[in-house]
């Protein structure tokens, strides 16, 4: 039997579930991009809130691009199973905020009809990096196709800032007052890097249309915290056995959460600081810390635990020599720290190597490989300028950068097939194509992915990190 809202008195005993009345809730959220990780961390969050009665607050989600999650959740009328793993321990829930879906490529006039509706108060996304389509200056990238179609047809958005500039047109047109944007990207100041995007694409359509989106809508930053590892075949058989029912598309988390907002809500927001969010006035020294700390050393695991033939993220950091190289990179960053905000780095750094050493997430490294053009900007290059503007040793964190270089390499070199992709793979295939000695490949490669652009730093990290890519155990030699 399937799990729905219909079953679930059906549950197993045990399983955490929505104690609310799911036809009474109103979804005053909608949230684009509705992968693992929102569903294992915002979703619960506000299904508390739904279950303290904040009714206001349910999840509309919309997606840009796939169907396949409103495929696997339409007939579970959007429930879902949440599987929090620790070692042996497992703890399970069903999740029912997410109320409803809509695909943008479908029905994109539904989509942007529900974001001009009044009740819609904030609109979160999670659209990874890449989605952005920043330059490496955070200015938008005006010239990638999707923007051009967007710009030429409002009314059919590929793009978050196609369909953002329109449902806030369209807002202000019938003077609704606007949905406060809340980023939720592992970018460094999401909300003024998404601000920057979209007020640039606002501003090809309409110069007024941008100063009104740059005036009165708020783009509050927030750092979120929880590993979520894409969910496996095994999962969904575990879960819906958990469950007592089936579940198509159930997700996995570790027990850890952390999500800091900054406070600015004009048109309203849940009382989430009830349910285990921080409410800050800054969130940048939360967010410099674990984009650096945590997401800076997922980036090295991950590179250098491919090279090495792990295929988790507990594997690869339970081998001694990447161990090492990861406590060296945690030595170079927490120097680079802001000492704002009380924070801890050394309890945080204890806290990490805990949930690095998950045996039961089985977090590949393939996963946290993908998009590393994208990541290593804020996780591993902005500290190794900071260290050598300093007059300090990089050693590690260039390392990273050669690991990072040296696995997209190796992929596909003997035949195997390319385990993790890249926005830049054609540049970078192109590159690697030329034969040229591992040592000499950081200069072209910075050039491609536009990395340390305008720093006069910029030659003597690429030299560190060709010093850094010669005679490493790790890294193939054969390219
Ligand atoms: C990871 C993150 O895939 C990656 O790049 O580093 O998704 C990481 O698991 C989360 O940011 C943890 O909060």
Redesign the pocket.
Known sequence: MRLSEKTLHRLRPDVQRPTYDRGTVLAGILHIGVGA?HRA?QAPVIDDCLAAGQKDWAILGASLRSTATRDALSPQDFCYGLSVRDGDSQSLRVVGSLLDMISAPENPSALLDAMVDPRIRIVMLTVTEKAYLRRPDGSLDADHGDVVHDLANPDMPRTVHGLLTEALARRFEAGTQPFTLLSCD?LPANGKALRQVIVDFAGRRSPVLADQIARHVAFPSCM??????ATADGDRERISAGLGLDDAWPVVAEPFF?WVVEDDFPAGRPRWERFGVTMVEDVTPYETM?LRM??GA??AI?YLGLLAGHATVDAAFADPAIRAIVEALWDETSATLPGEAGLDPLDYRRRLAARFANTALA?QTR??A??GSQ?LPQ?IIAPALERLEAGRSIETLALVVAAWIAACAARGGDGTARRFTDPLDARLDAIFAGGRPTADLAGPVFEAAGFASGSRLRDRLIAEVGKASAGRPYFPRSR
């Open positions: 990780f961390h592992n979120v915290d929880r590993i979520v590892p952390q674990k945590l997401n997922h980036s991950a977090h996963q946290i993908t998009d990541k996780r």
